[in-house]
């Protein structure tokens, strides 16, 4: 079979591409470069030159192909413009699990076929399993502290079936180590952190390329449900449910955090201390034309209501609740939950599997 493994640069990648070379594959290494504006990019930390040299590298020590392809437009337009929609609307996005759906494993997969590829292998910490039936089951990766199905919860069955995951049942360490057994020049380097293909960014200067600064009120929420104007920001679309920093006002004994943001009427408001009751909820909407279903033959109908595990953000603990579904689906969580934030993904799990996903519309 030929794979076309998505070499990155990293030594995830770098080692599924080792171990499809071991396992007898006809294997090819393909980079791809997605962003091209350094506009808000912290210096050093999207250095993709690097990733390219690195990339190289490992394809030369594997003796593998190596092909490079520029998607620069699709992910400026599937990925950039998503990511200032929805900060314009006042919601947060999540574009690593959009990258996923619109650029690895569509985009990506589209030039890995044209290169003759059957399928596509990725650096996941996650497994893919057949049914009796034929639908492809995403699992979590047997590392539960690295596990990554979180992020690949809007692909669909055509594309798992075309997905290939070599180092999902391995842990992180286990990783390094055959890294550094096979010499690879990726086993001691860093995870990458930020945004996908962008890298970390200071999101202020990053927004403002579309988003105008405009000046509101910040509202202090008391723990006895009263309120106050305590100072001012630069516009509510730069700020996100949780945040801490960026606040800029003193005078608290504990940090301030974000509650909630209303971009309409350009006020952010805020609670003092991490375990100030507006930070939690105990349920949220996902709207009916957002719900995703990566096991098509469980879905929902109408009325219906069933257990699941849920996840609303990357490495959180699976939180137990209750799914009803009827025109949207509402998510009730058996314990409040943290930070749920509208623009983000909910995703639920039975037992290891993940079989939906949608964008978390409001919570209550």
Not at 4 to 13: E, H, Y
Request: proline share 4%; net charge negative.
């Amino acid at each position: 079979m030929k794979i076309a493994v998505g070499l990155s640069g990293g030594v995830d990648s770098s080692v599924a591409a080792l171990l499809l070379k071991r396992h007898k594959h006809d294997v090819i290494a393909l980079f791809m470069r997605n962003w091209h504006d350094t506009t808000g990019t912290l210096h050093g930390d999207c250095a993709w030159e690097e990733d390219l040299d690195l990339a190289r590298m490992v394809a030369h020590k594997l003796d593998i192909p190596f092909f490079y392809t520029d998607l620069s437009n699709d992910y400026s337009r599937r990925i950039v413009e998503y990511i200032f929609r929805e900060y314009e609307r006042g919601r947060t996005p999540n574009p690593d699990i959009l990258c996923n759906r619109e650029i690895k494993f569509d985009a990506f997969l589209d030039k890995a076929l044209e290169l003759g590829a059957d399928k596509v292998a990725t650096g996941h910490y996650c497994r893919t399993e057949i049914t009796p039936e034929g639908m492809v089951r995403l699992l979590q990766g047997a590392d539960r502290n690295k596990d990554q199905s979180y992020f690949l919860c809007q692909l669909n069955q055509a594309q798992l079936s075309r997905a290939v995951f070599p180092i999902g049942d391995l842990t992180k360490p286990q990783v390094r180590k055959l890294a550094r057994e096979a010499g690879l020049p990726t086993s001691d380097r860093k995870d990458s952190q930020g945004i996908c293909f962008v890298g970390k960014v200071d999101l202020p200067v990053f927004l403002q390329q579309r988003l105008a600064r405009k000046e509101g009120d910040v509202v202090e929420i008391f723990r006895d449900g009263s309120s106050s104007v305590i100072g001012k920001h630069q516009g509510a679309h730069f700020y996100t449910i949780g945040q801490r920093k960026g606040l800029h006002i003193g005078g608290h004994k504990d940090p301030l955090f974000v509650l909630s943001t209303d971009v309409g009427t350009n006020t952010i408001y805020v609670g003092e201390g991490q375990d100030h009751p507006g930070l939690y909820h105990n349920m949220l909407t996902v709207a009916g034309t957002d719900v995703h279903w990566i096991r098509p033959d469980l879905e929902m109908k109408p009325g219906e209501e069933r257990q699941y595990s849920i996840r609303i953000r990357y490495r959180q603990p699976l939180q137990d609740g209750v799914l009803q579904f009827d025109t949207d689906m509402q998510i009730r969580f058996n314990e409040p939950q943290r930070g749920i934030t509208p623009g983000q993904f909910a995703a639920w799990y039975q037992e290891d599997e993940l079989v939906g996903s949608g964008v978390i519309a409001t919570r209550s």
